[in-house]
């Protein structure tokens, strides 16, 4: 073989190794990219997992106070259930579990009773957003959002053809709610009064009761014109270690002398909790919110699960 000849072989062998050397970088880069996938499925997997178990932990929490309290039925936040709990170690993280009662919040599904506006609930609900400092028509659009004709309610009121000018357009509900996030379709409803108000609401059965002994201030405040913030607080101050054990003895606070509440469902116990588990692992977060219902004899149904949500307890420090 001549010298050019030999020339022309060298060259072609250094471009087959050039070629090969880029094919198989790119097939190491995409091996490296699929086994990096797969530890991440694998990670969301096991954190999944671990906030279901969280959730389980929670129905059998719930379940063992029905038990242990089944002749008194009173819930309040002095049980078992509803106690700030250190982390549960896992490998590599931990899991974060609360547990809310949710018949004690403002159930905005209350604004219609058998297809006809509740007045005393709507008043109810002016009060809260009052309390909260929202100045927006929200009680007659939420309203319009629940009932099933296409009648504005009132002069601030909106239906179809107020939503259908947006963009996109869109219809209203024209059935109850059955998740607080759907307050943010509601005509002119901002993030900032949407945070303010979701803590302090539910989105529950219509004829669901509101807990006494879980409600808070604010909720508490918001049954009646005469009582205030600070009656209100010292109500939930003064609570008793068990809870009140009838209305009657909720209503007989020296804080709330005198107050008749008229028109409001009320109780001193719940069938409704929002079971919160969030789990880190490594550097991946998980966040499940479960809505949980504890039916008459003690057993605990899942009826909605919610994931993607932000973190949560770990701020909060429970």
Excluded: C
């Excluded at 995409?30 to 990670?43: K, P």
């Excluded at 096991?46 to 029905?66: M, T, V």
């Excluded at 069938?271 to 789990?279: G, P």
């Excluded at 899942?302 to 973190?311: D, E, I, K, S």
């Amino acid at each position: 073989m001549n010298r050019p000849q030999r020339g022309v072989a060298l060259i072609t062998v250094l471009l087959v190794v050039a070629i090969v050397t880029v094919v198989s970088a790119g097939m190491i880069a995409r091996q490296h990219l699929a086994i990096r996938a797969s530890s991440n499925q694998l990670h969301a997997q096991q954190a999944l997992h671990y906030a279901l178990g969280g959730e389980i932990l929670a129905k059998s929490l719930l379940q063992r106070d029905r038990e242990n309290d089944a002749q008194r039925l009173v819930d309040h936040p002095g049980e078992a259930w509803a106690q700030p709990r250190p982390p549960f170690p896992v490998d590599h993280g931990e899991i974060h579990l609360h547990i809310e009662d949710l018949a004690g919040r403002f159930n905005l599904n209350s604004l219609m009773r058998s297809q006809q506006p509740n007045e005393a609930a709507i008043a109810q609900f002016r009060r809260l957003l009052a309390r909260l400092d929202i100045e927006a028509p929200y009680p007659e659009r939420l309203l319009d959002w629940l009932d099933p004709d296409q009648d504005p309610s009132g002069a601030y009121g909106a239906e179809d053809n107020a939503y259908l000018l947006l963009d996109p357009p869109y219809r209203t509900g024209g059935r109850r709610l059955y998740d607080v996030s759907e307050l943010r379709l509601l005509l002119d409803m901002t993030e900032e009064h949407y945070q303010r108000l979701a803590p302090h609401v539910a989105a529950l059965p219509a004829d669901v009761a509101l807990n006494l002994n879980s409600a808070g201030a604010l909720v508490i405040a918001s049954l009646d014109d005469d009582i205030s913030l600070a009656a209100a607080e010292a109500a939930v101050r003064d609570r008793p270690a068990r809870g009140h054990a009838h209305m009657a003895a909720f209503l007989a606070q020296p804080a709330l002398a005198g107050t008749e509440l008229k028109g409001t469902e009320l109780a001193v116990n719940s069938q409704f909790f929002q079971a919160t588990s969030e789990v880190q692992l490594g550097d991946r977060r998980q966040v499940l919110v479960s809505l949980l219902k504890r039916e008459t004899d003690g057993s605990v149904r899942v009826l909605q699960r919610h994931l993607g949500q932000p973190a949560r307890l770990s701020r909060e420090g429970n």
